[in-house]
Every structure is written in C-alpha cells, then in structure tokens.
C-alpha cells in the first residue's frame, strides 16, 4: 500500500476521487481553497469555479440528482451563503451522493467570524463527519459518499484549519467508478412547494432516527480505554491536543459531529470517575451530553474563543488540577522579532485606488478582499467591512442615511469591491442601487483575480480552474445593461483620469460605478522598470512610506538636516508601478533599467 504526506485538503480531494466523485464546484476560501485545485488536476472529473457558495452546491445537487457523484467545498462563513441549497437539498434528498466540506476557521486566521458549523448540520438534520487528521480527511470524505447515497441525504464534512492545512501520512487507494444512476421524475420528493415539503418533513425526522442508529455502532466513534478516573470526549483537531495532555486518560472519540451516540456516551460515562468535553469553539458535544442530563464539565475549563494549541488544551487542563503542573513556562513570542502585519503587494493597483479616496476624504465601505488590507497602517483608509458582497448594500444604506462630520458638514462615502465578490454578490446590491435610485458610488477593484485566496480565476477574468474555455465578463458592460447611467472604466495607474472618475461618480445624483482596471501583478510575466531613490534628493520626508508599499523600506543613512532616515526601495521586490515617483515631492525617485520579473 503506497503512502504519501498530504494536506488535509488534499487528502479530502483524494478521498474525493477515489469515491468516484464525477462534478465538484466551490468558491475559493481560506482554508478550503486547496481542495478543489488538488481535485481539479484529475482527468476524470469536471471541477469549477462557481460564481459564489451558492451556486457551487446547487451545482453539485443538480450533478447529484441526475446521477452522479458529486462534492461542493467552502469554508465556514461561506455556508451561510450556501445555506438555503442545503436545506433544501435536505428535504429533497439526493440521488448519487452529494457531500458538502465545510472548513471552520477558529482563531479567526482569515475570516469575519469563527462560527461553528457543527451547528448547521442539528440545524439542517444532516449528517456530519469530523476529522482529526489527513487520513481521517479522505476516509470520512469516502465514508460519506456512502452515508449520503445510504441515507438519501447530503452529507456535510467539517474540517478546520488545523486538519486541512497539517500534514500527515494518507494510505493511497484506487478509484471507484460507480454507472451514473437514472434520473426518475418525482416532483413529490424534488419539487419543494409547500404541499410536497410538508410531506417530506416527516420522511427527514425518521431519516435522523436512522442515523442517531448508524452512529451507535459506527467505527469513526471509538471508544479507547484508559485510566477509568478521568474521561475524555472529543472530536476532530482537538482530539490530538487531548490525547498529548491527557495520555493516561480514556477517550471517547467522536468522528461523527451529529447526530451524536447517545447509548455510546452513556456507556462510556457509566465507566468513568469523570467526564470532560475538550472541543474547539461552541460547547456542541458538552450541551448535547448535559441535556441527556449527564454531569460533564468543558467550557468552564477550556476556552469558549480562539483556536486550540498543546499549549491552550495544557495550561487550562493545569488550572483545572485535571493534571500536575509540569513546570513549563507558557510559549511567549519572540520579543526582538519585528512585527510583520500584512500589507497589499508592491504593485498592487488598489493601492493606487485607496490613495486617492483617502485623499478625497470619503468614508469607505470595504467588501472582503486583498483590498481589505487597506484598513492597516500606513493607509488606513477603510471604515467598514461585513462579509462577501456587504459594501454596496451598507454605502448604499449609509448614502440613504446621510453622513456628516463631526462639525456637521455633509459627507460622502463610497462602496468599494473586488471584481470576484462583484460577482459572487454584489451585483444583486446593485441592482437594488438601480431599482430604487439610491445615490450610491460603486468602485469595483477589477485585477482579473481572486486574489486574495491564490490567484485563482472568477468571471471578470475569464481563466477556468482546468482551463477549459471561458469567457471573461465586462463589469462595466454589466453595470450599463442593469441600468447605471455614470459608468467609467479607467486605468488605476492613471492618477489624473481615476480622480476625474471618482470625482464625476460621487457628484452623480444616481448610482454611479467606477471599475478601476490594473490587473494583479501575480498574474503574468512582466518586464518593468525597477525604481531606485537619488540619495541626494531625498530628505526623509516619509511621504512615500506612507503608501505602504513592502518594497520601500527606510535606509541606515540619516538625512543631516532633518536627521530623518532616507527611503531605500528593495530592487528585488519594486515592480515599477510608479506609485512612489507619483507622490514624492522632492523627484527623488526615478525609474531604474528594466528587469524582467517571471512569476
């Protein structure tokens, strides 16, 4: 048997695969983006790119329901969007197997919330499988190709941060094909008017019954004895923490999130001194065991926020006297490593963008993107920022509402959004923009990538993710059919026509879009002329410091008579966009011979 180390995610693709998958579909997010590039180089399935999270599940149910194998993958926040597909999908059941990752993200590493999906699937009267580690990514993601085709019923996999980006050891299996099964008409059970969904509620609650069943005897729940004095209850990452901090302990470990054992967990409690619940994020496990009325402690041990370390799950077990103190200090950052907070790329064209709406002293309602970094120093020009899709519809509110300043003058603000989350959900807030004339400015940051999340294709730009032919969308001919009349399209580059824009957009008594073009400099090779500083010109002022760019970094050399450290700009990362040049007062920056960068 061949092993290999995998990433989670890419264990969860390979799982994926080797179940016979046939049509995948997602939207790139941190930390799910991984699975459907590793699952997109195999020949034999169709994976895309969908517009949004929604669109990729109702993507892979209708893949389901005319008989094939089929996988939607998203991180947390991006179920919420899905959520109406799931619900319905559950009620309707499926017909080839259909199974949704969901990738949580305690600890907030690149997301709005650190929500946990456990409870969609109570919430749903779904199945859910959880985890620990790469070979449990591609057996559960196996396993569940089989519950939903058993069960009739999409099946969610929860992974977290932890388990899709660590790494361990997979044991590689073949591929399955199974024949595409037949589409049967049956409005009853897929038409979901509420005279046939009435009848399908029962027909869900006595599926969960024969699930709460399967879960009893299921061998994802293990039961690993040990000292009978204390207990442990866990599931997924934390599992491994417990195991390290507690490794005399019994464990009760959960691979099934829901529906939980209940004859399991009593055998399990009736055989221990004491019961402990160690999960990340909501006490799930630890309420659903309490309301059986069973004595069990967890949060009041270990934290209700944040992600779970050996360090975390050790120090709270410590205080708790569950176990000696071991005398190790706890893990504190390096004190002399300089802070290194992210920054938007050197040659970024939003860069350009957000200069210029800070200079015209506007509030900014940011939507989630690279351009949600222009909310750190040095540029700090962002007010408000929601989820996927939130800036045109809360500009809009504000715009509705009015703005003053502190001395009570009228003030403007403007929606700012990436070409992707434009079309994963901003156009239905324009729309509404349109419909009921709202005086709103839209600055859509088109750079033909999705960046944020690696680089990968959306409809403004075209590239598909097997790179199979696709069309690339005109966002600004998208914004004239739906009936904005202020339409400009301008280079981010060019200072003088993006102001002008700007300006025009924000006097315009409608709604008015600005589509800045500069495409990502990670896209294409490029040869471009690196900028260097005259020494002798440049006085410290640190004006082209405050652009932020990662390139421009301050000298050892001292300027005598502001005794101000002089600008350097890095060669190896400057991608002479010119922006510096543009705002230095002193022509102290000029451009350099050209290299040619190969990304």
């Known amino acids: 048997m061949t092993k290999t180390l995998l990433r989670g995610n890419e264990a969860i693709a390979r799982g994926a695969w080797e179940a016979g998958v046939e049509v995948a579909a997602a939207y790139p997010g941190t930390p799910s983006t991984e699975i459907l590039q590793a699952l997109a180089t195999f020949d034999d399935v169709y994976a895309e790119w969908s517009a949004n999270e929604k669109v990729a599940l109702d993507v892979a149910i209708g893949a389901a329901y005319a008989g094939k194998r089929a996988l939607a ?12 597909s799931l619900f319905y999908s559950s009620y309707t059941g499926i017909n080839a197997g259909l199974v949704i990752i969901t990738a949580d993200d305690p600890g907030m590493h690149s997301s709005q919330n650190e929500q946990d999906n456990r409870n969609y699937a109570r919430f749903a009267k779904v199945p859910m499988l959880e985890p620990s580690n790469s070979q449990e990514a591609k057996d559960f993601t196996m396993l ?68 709460r069943e399967w879960a009893e005897t299921a061998e994802v729940n293990r039961i690993e004895w040990g000292d009978r004095k204390l207990g442990i209850v866990t599931a997924g990452a934390a599992y491994n923490y417990a195991r390290e901090v507690f490794p005399e302990a019994s464990f009760l470990k959960l691979g099934m999130a829901w529906p939980l054992p209940e004859r399991l967990i009593r055998e399990f409690v009736a055989e221990v001194d004491e019961l402990v619940v160690v999960e990340e994020l909501d006490p799930f496990i630890e309420n659903w065991i309490r309301a059986l009325g069973i004595p069990v402690r967890g949060k009041d041990i270990f934290p209700m926020v944040g992600e779970f370390t050996l360090d975390v799950v050790r120090e709270a077990a410590e205080r708790a006297g569950l176990i000696p103190p071991s005398g190790r200090s706890p893990v504190q950052p390096l004190a002399d490593l300089p802070s290194r907070p992210p920054v938007m790329c050197a040659g970024c064209g939003h860069r ?108 403004a730009s075209g590239d598909t993710l097997q790179g199979r032919p696709g069309k690339r969308i005109d966002i600004a001919a998208v914004a004239r059919a739906m009936g904005v009349e202020y339409v400009a399209a301008v280079e981010s580059r060019d200072w003088d026509a993006l102001e002008k824009a700007l300006r025009e957009a924000l006097d315009f008594p409608g709604p008015a879009v600005v589509v800045s073009h500069d495409i990502c400099v990670f896209r294409e090779h490029y040869t471009r002329e690196p900028y260097h500083i005259i020494e002798d010109a440049c006085n410290g002022c640190t004006l082209c410091f405050r652009i932020g760019c990662p390139a421009i970094l301050k000298s050892d050399v001292i300027d005598i008579d502001s005794g101000r450290p002089k600008a350097y700009i890095d060669p190896a990362q400057c991608v002479g966009c010119g922006q510096c040049y543009d705002v230095c007062a002193r022509q102290a920056i000029e451009p350099g011979a050209p290299i040619e960068f190969k990304l």
Not at 157 to 176: E, I, Y
Request: overall charge positive; aromatic content about 6%; hydrophobic content about 40%.
């Open 352 to 459: 350009d963008v957000f200069w210029l709406l800070r200079k015209l002293k506007v509030v900014i309602n940011s939507d989630i993107g690279c351009y949600s970094l222009a909310v750190v120093p040095p540029l700090e020009a962002t007010d408000t920022i929601g989820c996927m899709g939130a800036s045109i519809g809360v500009a809009s509110g504000m715009a509705r509402a009015g703005l003053v300043t502190q001395r009570g003058r009228p003030r403007k603000n403007v929606a700012v959004i990436g070409d992707s989350t434009f079309f994963h959900s901003g156009i239905s807030a324009l729309a509404s923009a349109v419909y009921n004339q709202t005086p709103v400015t839209v600055v859509v940051l088109d750079n033909r990538n999705t960046g944020m999340t690696g680089h990968q294709g959306n409809p």
């Open 144 to 211: 569940a190709f089989d519950l939903s085709e058993q069960f009739d019923a999409p099946v969610l996999v929860r992974s977290t941060t932890r388990v899709s980006h660590g790494k361990s050891l997979v044991a590689l299996g073949d591929r399955t094909t199974y024949p595409q099964r037949k589409y049967v008409k049956n409005p009853a059970k897929y038409v979901m008017v509420p005279s046939n969904a009435r009848g399908r509620h029962p027909v869900i609650e006595e599926r969960l019954e024969r699930l």
């Open 73 to 84: 993958t998203m991180k947390h926040v991006g179920l919420n969007v899905a959520s109406e």
